[in-house]
Structure formats: C-alpha cells, structure tokens
C-alpha cells in the first residue's frame, strides 16, 4: 500500500496528542456503560420474540430488528461527524438507544411484540454508536498506534457487554421491587448504563476528534501535502445529494486492501450474529424447555446467559491484543488468523451441537474469530484510506456490517429451522471459507 505524504503528520502536533488521551479515556469509559444496552437485547431477544409472538419463526427478528436499525443509521451518523463532529453524532445516536431502552421495558409490560420490535430498531441506534466509537479514535491515533487505540475502545465494552447477559437475576429483583415482570428488569438497568455512557460522551469528548483533526489540518497545511485526486485533502463534509451516500463505496472501491478490510468486517459480524442469536433457542431446546415454561426454569436462562456471555467476553476481551499484532504484524495477517478461528467455531458448534461444553467452546472461538477479524479489518480500512476519504468509508462499512448481519439473523433462524443449529454452523462455516479466499487474493493485490 503506498503512503500518502503528510496525511498523517497531524497526530504527531503536541495538541493533537493531549486530546488523543482525553479522547480514549473518554470513549472508552463511555463504551463499559453503554455496552450493557446491547448485552441484554442480543441475550434475551430469542427468547422475548418467541415468547411474546407465540411463534418459533421469530426468534431472530428481535436481533435482525437491532441489526437493521445500526445499518440504516450508520451512513447519517458519520455524515453528522463530517458535519457537526463525533460528539454530536455518537451523542445523538446513544440518545435514541435510550428511547429504544425504554420501549423493550414497555414491550415486557404490555406484551406487545411490535413494540419489542420497535425498540430492538432503536437500540440498534446505540449498538452503532458503539462500532463508530471505534474508528472516532483513529481521528488523532498516531499511525504506529492505530491499532492499539482502536482495539483499546472495543476492548472497553467488555464490562458491559459481559455484564449484560448477566442481568437477569439482578434485574429481577430490581423488577420486583418496582412491581413489573422479571423479563424487564435487565432492560431497566442497560437503560441507566447506556445514559450514563450517553452523559460522559456529551461531557467529555472535547474537543472533538475530527473537528480537531480539521482545524489542525488546516493550521498546519497537511491536506495540501496530500496527493491530488478526485476529493480535498481535508476533512470536509460530502457534497448534498446521492454522493453523501455513496462516498464511502467510491473511497473503498479504488483500494483493494479497503475492499479486503470490508469483506472480513462484513463476513465476520454476519457469521458471529447468526450463530450467536441462534445459540440461545438452541440452548433452550437441549434443555427441553418450552419457550412458555421459562419463567420457571431460571436455571435454564442463567445457562443461556452465562454461556452468551462467555462468547462476549471471546469478542473483546482480547481485543488489544488483536491490535497489538495488527501494529506489529500487519492487519492483513490479523484479519486471516480472525476467519480461520471463526472457521474452528462452525467446526466445534457443528460437529457435536449436542455438547453443551462443544457449543461454548465455539462461542468462544466466535468471539476471538470476530474481535480478530473487527479489529484489524478496522485498523486495515484507516490505513487504507487518506483522511478524507475515512469517514464516509468507515459509516458505509458499519451499514454493510450490520445489513449483513440483520440478513444473516433472519436467514440463520430458517437454516436452523430447516437442518438444526449444526445445519446452521455448516452453511456458516462455508461462508467463512468463501470470504477467506475473497480476503486472501485483495490483500495478496
């Protein structure tokens, strides 16, 4: 990949490294509380749906419905960035993961599914916010340490999202005290974590990232030094029109490790959300219970919610170490390593889905698969890019992540319903096969 001269000569000013810091500690303090909204929904949303609907066919559509709702809004959230800046456009959309917080409680209530559904769309919202956090810390990142910063913000939604899973018990309590059933309490407590992310965020993401980046930019004259080509050489917002869409596609497009980092992102969150969001339903039948009878078996739910956890923690806990080896090693090897252990989870899940141990093994694997895979695809679309051209690429790769994953939610609920969770891991597994050759031939490019 050839360098660009001066493209990212802002880093190295003194002032941009101050707020480098101040904007790591403050994205991921907020990550550890905002990451609890998505832990609940993706771990009870299986079992809501089929609950409040009656149907098994609508497993996946609580979390097809969060997928969908990140897909449709990552694109106008990183042009508000352009336009207002990060703190603006991760503010907004955490502030309408509340609202989504506050219509799944009222879905248990009411026991009414659309509503459950609605506010799955609006959580998404939140889950958006989340992945863009990840690329607002690369705005100011010095280059040798993109990955690590990167990787360091998804590394802080470990907390959350691990605790998340785990709130059924807590938030029982906390429902009974407040005189509402069980199943909402876990969603009241995301909703509190995921306002006190929504606070730090609005408080202390000062000063902006990428408004800095811009003015710095301009101070120094850094865009100037860029090569000529078809944008500037700063940060500006997109033209109106039907190019403030597909900017992110034309940066990509011309760039064939931009296309490799794109394909890995893409194939490995679709893979780890339709195995993932299947897991729990196929938990619940090993276990023979009925999707009625939950209520009374919490020794089955807290199963189910220790197992989903122990995959969220494969997702990120390690993700600075999959950061560090992308600074080290490269992202390109990072990204081949993620696919062949999310390759070794379809195996494990597919070969023995009868063995509880085997089936968390492979959520295991999932993780670490996917949190490979994310990071060092993310770190290799930054290095792709220059500076302008980051923005619009990074929100249309976040939008092609979570259509791909809301696609493979639904798709995956009728390949179980069709040949069983191995059925499902095998089909999964070929997925994985495909895109690893598809990855292998850009970067070899």
Known sequence: MTAIPGADTVPLLPRARAAQRRAVRTLATAQVFSGLGNGATLSLGSILAVHLS???STAGLVNTALTLGSALVSIPLSQLALERGRRVALGLGLGAGLVGQALMVAAVVTRWF???LLGAFLVGFGAAVN?????????LAQPRHRGRDLSLVVWAVT???VLGPNMVGPGAVLAAALGVPA????????GAGMLVGWLIILAGLRPDPLLLRRELEGATGAGARAPAGPVTGTVTAPAPGRRRWSAGWHA????????????SVVAAHAVMVGLMSMTPLHLQHEAGVASAELGRHPDTVVLIGFTISLHVAGMYALSPVMGVLADRFGPGRVVSGGLLTLLAATASTGLL???HAAVVTGLVLLGLGWSAATVAGS????????PEERVPAQGFSDALMSLAAAVGSVVAGLVMGWLGYAGLSAVLGVVVLVSLAGVLRLVRR
């Open 159 to 161: 907390v959350g999202a």
């Open 183 to 190: 199943h909402a309490g876990p969603f009241l407590i995301s």
């Open 252 to 263: 990509i497009r011309r760039h064939p490790s931009a296309r490799a980092a794109l394909l």
């Open 353 to 355: 889905p009868g063995e």
């Open 54 to 56: 009656g149907a098994e």
């Open 114 to 116: 659309p509503v459950l």
């Open 131 to 139: 992945l863009q956090a990840r690329f607002a810390v690369t705005d």
């Open 379 to 386: 770190t290799l679309l930054v290095e792709a890019l220059r």
